[in-house]
């Protein structure tokens, strides 16, 4: 045989490889689990001890196998007698045996470890030792609370949880937040985030890539969002909190995804917007009546609680009043004259209009102004199209400005009389006026009306003087 044979290096077939009997293979087996092992043949000897379970109690393998049984070293003598049969016994007991027990480390003190032990077969199918997989009870206990925490936020929690995946979709979703998204927890899985959500996947899309660059946020987040379910699309707000995922596997960490918690504060919030909104109303209204109150004439004072009532309320308004003063109940034809506009250009206080020509409005037929007159109640429009073109249009046709998409209007009624009508204006960056706003533009009405009524009485005075 040549040299290169006989030292197994190469020849003209190729490199050669030594044999091995896998005992390498098993080695590092042993030695990469995470939990603590050792084996013991028929006789109660250790036979295998693995890195883990040295670095639990301190032994090494060299200092460990061969050894018979715990008594003396791994174990206290008073109790090794029972720790060992209990061990043993899994040899003869079918499955895996878990027990609890108090452990000696190399330096004197004690572990508390919980075990996993089970039969090891010979060829012959007949029991040829026992293996035994053990950890500490804190750590087996924190891994058993994680599961248990893991499963209980994912099954049974009583606010949203989804699991997102570094592409930004859901890979997982508990029964919470798929009643909230409005579809089944299945059919959420993999799916972009905007085809759940028709309004605020932006800003949801930009908090879930911030978690996954720099780590959670110090505070919930609240997001108003506006989810597509079967019955249509649902405008809610969600307070939600972020974490970022990491694998515990590597040695480097490495993002699995983002776990997103959220709870739906909708409610809670619109009351509290609702709550403000009155007191800042309510303050308007205050200060509208100390500012009328200074004025000398009665008209002055309306145009003042005009001005006061835009203010986080409207863009444009304007006073029409009836033509001959007023109008009783059921008297046709009503005929309106502009009494006062705010400034269609520049913003500006709100100007009286020249009604001495008692020219009538150009409204057509059919005017929410006319049939706020006709119901002795508030009317509401809007424009109903997104196209400007057409907004532009909608708005002109009923003589208000170009740049009107909402309206509302209120009529001004003073002693069981109707004196006229006050319209408010929103444009497009506003909503559409909701019933809330019109309480509100009736409680301004009733001032403008009750001023313009004391105005009508001054004039008449004045003309009976002349």
């Avoid at 110090?218 to 969002?225: G, K, L, S």
């Avoid at 515990?248 to 490495?254: C, D, F, G, Q, S």
Wanted: hydrophobic share 45%; proline share 5%; with cysteine.
């Amino acid at each position: 045989m040549s040299a290169s044979r006989r030292s197994g290096t190469t020849d003209e077939l190729g490199p050669q490889e030594p044999e091995r009997d896998g005992s390498d293979l098993l080695a590092a087996l042993l030695d990469g689990m995470d939990a603590a092992l050792c084996a013991f043949d028929a006789d109660g000897v250790v036979t295998h001890w693995n890195r883990e379970a040295e670095r639990i109690l301190g032994w090494s393998a060299e200092e460990a196998v061969g050894r018979r049984g715990f008594a003396g070293w791994a174990v206290r003598t008073a109790d090794a007698e029972e720790v060992e049969s209990r061990l043993m016994s899994a040899m003869h007991a079918p499955g895996r045996q878990v027990h609890e027990f108090a452990l000696l480390t190399k330096d004197g003190g004690r572990v508390l470890v919980r075990t996993q032990s089970a039969a090891v077969r010979g060829p012959n199918g007949k029991p040829a030792g026992v293996y035994c997989a053990f950890s500490e009870v804190h750590a087996q206990i924190d891994l058993e609370r994680s599961i248990a925490l893991s499963e209980a936020l994912l099954e049974d929690a009583s606010w949203g949880v989804v699991l997102v995946d570094a592409d930004l979709r859901p890979a997982v979703v508990n029964a919470h937040a798929a009643r909230a998204l409005g579809i089944g927890r299945t059919a959420v899985l993999g799916r972009p985030l905007g085809e759940l959500l028709a309004q605020g996947v932006e800003e949801l899309e930009s908090a879930l890539t911030h978690v996954l660059a720099e780590g959670a946020p110090p505070a919930p987040a609240e997001m108003w969002v506006t989810v597509r379910t079967p019955e249509g699309e649902k405008r809610r707000c969600w307070r939600s909190g972020f974490l970022r995922l990491s694998s515990p596997l590597a040695e480097e960490p490495v993002p699995l995804g983002v776990g997103w918690l959220f709870q739906d504060v909708t409610e809670s919030k619109q009351s509290e917007q609702e709550a403000s909104q009155l007191r800042f109303r309510a303050n308007q209204l205050h200060r509208a009546a100390r500012a009328a109150a200074e004025c000398e004439e009665p008209a002055e004072a309306a145009v003042v609680h005009l001005d006061f009532s835009l203010a986080g309320f409207a863009d444009h308004a304007l006073i029409d009043r009836v033509a001959g003063g007023s109008v009783r109940d059921g008297e046709e034809p009503v005929r309106l004259v502009r009494a006062a506009a705010t400034p269609s250009g520049a913003p500006g206080p709100s100007l009286p209009a020249d009604g001495r020509a008692g020219l009538p409005a150009r409204y057509a037929e059919g005017h929410p102004a006319f049939q706020c007159v006709e119901r002795i109640g508030s009317v509401r429009a809007s424009a109903g199209a997104s196209d400007p073109e057409q907004i532009r249009e909608w708005a002109v046709a009923r003589q208000w400005p170009a740049d009107a998409v909402h309206a509302l209007c209120a009529v001004l009624r003073s002693r069981g009389r109707t004196l006229g009508v006050v319209t408010f204006l929103r444009g497009a960056s506003r909503t559409q006026f909701e019933r809330t706003d019109a309480m509100y533009a009736e409680d301004v009405a009733v001032r403008i009306a009750a001023l313009l009524d004391l105005a009508d009485e001054h004039l008449a005075e004045g003309r009976e003087r002349g």
